[in-house]
């Protein structure tokens, strides 16, 4: 898709294509066949410029042929180069960052107060921490005691132009998470047994949202895109499609 269409953000689509696996494939709720089923659990992906691997998921789950991924990147294209709410199975367009938790924590606020059991996921990446309208969204979950929301941090350490440490350093994370009220696990993103053992019992604590800081390897899987941060933008050639398709087996 990214090759095809001269798309940028590989890099961060690789990164959390674990991740996406598994809250599709173990965890989540859904009837790819009842997109709008109400029972659904609701997945915001906060860092919506990753979208290639929500697209690729969502396809072989079956909420629409692979054949319609080909129109990715393309000229008036439901399959817009940041995740668009026009494809089956994506809830809510993203692009700007900041914007996924606050639009979450709504989602699993209104669920509170009607008496929904479904619970809303929200993947965001560990550069967009920078943006303070997470950190409002945070004291207002925990504030609310909103345990049906789970956010999922891709900490893959690099941004758009360098590392998360040099343009604006997070650490110590998982303190600054607990210390606004949320209940916190740390854990290798990349490991799908352990993502799942870690998200099939929610909440981990009554009454408080959960964040799952995932450490994770921008590029993962081919080893001339692992962190690196030129593979934010730049999209493969052809021969570099090629090699990497041989890496991935």
């Not at 689509?13 to 009837?31: E, R, T």
């Not at 924590?105 to 993947?123: C, E, I, P, R, S």
């Not at 210390?179 to 019992?201: C, M, P, Q, T, Y």
């Not at 921008?218 to 021969?239: D, Q």
């Amino acid at each position: 898709m990214v090759h095809r269409a001269s798309a940028s953000h590989i890099g961060s689509a690789l990164s959390m294509s674990d991740i996406a696996a598994v809250l599709f494939g173990n965890i989540m709720k859904f009837d790819a066949k009842r997109v709008k089923w109400e029972g659904r659990d609701r997945f915001i992906l906060s860092k919506g410029h990753a979208c290639a691997a929500v697209y690729a998921v969502l396809a072989a789950l079956g909420f629409f042929e692979y054949s319609e991924l080909d129109a990715f990147g393309a000229d008036h294209s439901a399959f817009m180069t940041h995740i668009s709410h026009k494809v089956p199975g994506v809830e809510f367009s993203t692009g700007s960052l900041g914007h996924g938790l606050p639009f979450g924590v709504g989602k699993a606020l209104a669920a509170k107060k009607q008496g929904n059991t479904w619970k809303t996921f929200v993947l965001l990446g560990d550069g967009e921490l920078d943006e303070g309208s997470n950190w409002e969204a945070a004291m207002f979950a925990s504030h609310h005691r909103l345990d049906n929301l789970i956010a999922i941090i891709d900490y893959n350490k690099l941004q758009s132009l360098d590392t998360v440490a040099h343009t604006l350093a997070l650490e110590p994370l998982s303190s600054k998470f607990e210390a606004f009220g949320w209940s916190v696990k740390e854990l290798n993103g990349h490991d799908h047994r352990i993502l799942a053992e870690a998200l099939f019992e929610l909440p981990w604590e009554n009454g408080k949202p959960s964040v799952l800081i995932a450490h994770t390897t921008k590029g993962k899987g081919v080893s001339f895109m692992e962190n690196s941060v030129a593979w934010h933008y730049r999209s493969p050639t052809k021969e570099q499609l090629e090699a990497a398709f041989l890496e991935l087996g």
